[in-house]
Nanobody, 125 residues
Framework: QVQLVESGGGLVQAGGSLRLSCAAS????????MGWFRQAPGKEREFVAT????????YYADSVKGRFTISRDNAKNTVSLQMNSLKPEDTAVYYC??????????????????WGQGTQVTVSS
């Protein structure tokens, strides 16, 4: 039912910026918290950021706090991740996900039941 498609990934040098976007097809997009996760080669998927159903609450992993900003536009069924001051450690495939949470944010993988295909972000040093 729900399809998520990420875009905006690419190659950037350390200190640069990228903005990722995720377009959702579901009719209930505005009902649920959304999130971004990332996975680097040889590592498990890790939480990056989450935003509540109406955009009023956000939560970030310590590793990206102060550098990344998550936002959503429920009228357009999109969620974005603005990434500034990028570091080589940010290199990963970034995934957009829709959770089952209707109140507050969703910080754990098990809270999500729909995932996008991922978009590659590579930060060179």
């Amino acid at each position: 039912q729900v399809q998520l498609v990420e875009s905006g990934g690419g190659l950037v040098q350390a200190g640069g910026s990228l903005r990722l976007s995720c377009a959702a097809s579901g009719r209930t997009f505005s009902t649920y918290a959304m999130g971004w996760f990332r996975q680097a080669p040889g590592k498990e998927r890790e939480f990056v950021a989450t935003i509540s159903r109406s955009g009023g609450m956000t939560y970030y992993a310590d590793s990206v706090k102060g550098r990344f900003t998550i936002s959503r536009d429920n009228a357009k069924n999109t969620v974005s991740l603005q990434m500034n001051s990028l570091k080589p450690e940010d290199t990963a495939v970034y995934y957009c996900a829709q959770s089952r949470v209707v109140a507050g944010t969703a910080r754990e993988s098990y809270e999500y039941n729909y995932w996008g295909q991922g978009t590659q972000v590579t930060v060179s040093s």
